[in-house]
T-cell receptor, first 113, second 115 residues
Framework: GQNIDQPTEMTATEGAIVQINCTYQTSGFNGLFWYQQHAGEAPTFLSYNVLDGLEEKGRFSSFLSRSKGYSYLLLKELQMKDSASYLCAVRGLPNQAGTALIFGKGTTLSVSS | DAMVIQNPRYQVTQFGKPVTLSCSQTLNHNVMYWYQQKSSQAPKLLFHYYDKDFNNEADTPDNFQSRRPNTSFCFLDIRSPGLGDAAMYLC??????????????FGDGTRLSIL
């Protein structure tokens, strides 16, 4: 089966650091994506990991451990505009037609002042 | 700016009345996807086109169909919408080879309501 787990909700204050975890069990692995989705809007791409380790992109970093089926998204210097849902998505192994993303349910992050 | 455009943003239809949602892209991406996202749930892939090849997910109801007349446009047809089909429908594109790993770019979505 395919399963992606994330915490449902998290809260943090402006200027803080928050880590959003994601664990996955999928039939094959060809990369993990993090997306940000504000309420009523489309998901926007944040980061991509296919090899173990940390990828840094400004205030956002993402980490992957394939052996543990684990990733996290790290957000530094939190701002109010970071309040959103954060979706972890895994790409499976290529099939005959190509690959598609399996999404987690998302973690709703609320940033307060 | 190159982008993925979905029309309309909000669509209201009657129970059982066919409805079509549209998606266009200026990214010249070869893969186009349709997702259904219900409140507080993950986006769920309905189907995707890899170039002209249509790929239906196993659990996508027969009520949902898609057309891709050319690279730029893709349509989602719901033949007989039921109350359970009320959701946000997201179109996404990517430039990918088979087994590729490129990010998907999403449109703003169409929120479908059923009366």
């Amino acid at each position: 089966g395919q399963n992606i787990d994330q915490p449902t909700e998290m809260t943090a204050t402006e200027g803080a650091i928050v880590q959003i975890n994601c664990t996955y069990q999928t039939s094959g692995f060809n990369g993990l994506f993090w997306y940000q989705q504000h309420a009523g809007e489309a998901p926007t791409f944040l980061s991509y990991n296919v090899l173990d380790g940390l990828e840094e992109k400004g205030r956002f970093s993402s980490f992957l451990s394939r052996s543990k089926g684990y990733s996290y998204l790290l957000l530094k210097e939190l701002q109010m505009k970071d309040s959103a849902s954060y979706l972890c998505a895994v790409r499976g192994l290529p099939n005959q037609a190509g690959t598609a993303l399996i999404f987690g349910k998302g973690t709703t992050l609320s940033v307060s002042s | 700016d190159a982008m993925v455009i979905q029309n309309p943003r909000y669509q209201v239809t009657q129970f059982g009345k066919p409805v079509t949602l549209s998606c266009s892209q200026t990214l010249n991406h070869n893969v186009m996807y349709w997702y259904q996202q219900k409140s507080s749930q993950a986006p769920k892939l309905l189907f995707h086109y890899y170039d002209k090849d249509f790929n239906n997910e196993a659990d996508t109801p027969d009520n949902f169909q898609s057309r891709r007349p050319n690279t730029s446009f893709c349509f989602l047809d719901i033949r007989s919408p039921g109350l359970g089909d009320a959701a946000m429908y997201l179109c996404a594109t990517s430039r990918d080879s088979r087994g590729g790993n490129q990010p998907q770019h999403f449109g703003d979505g169409t929120r479908l309501s059923i009366l």
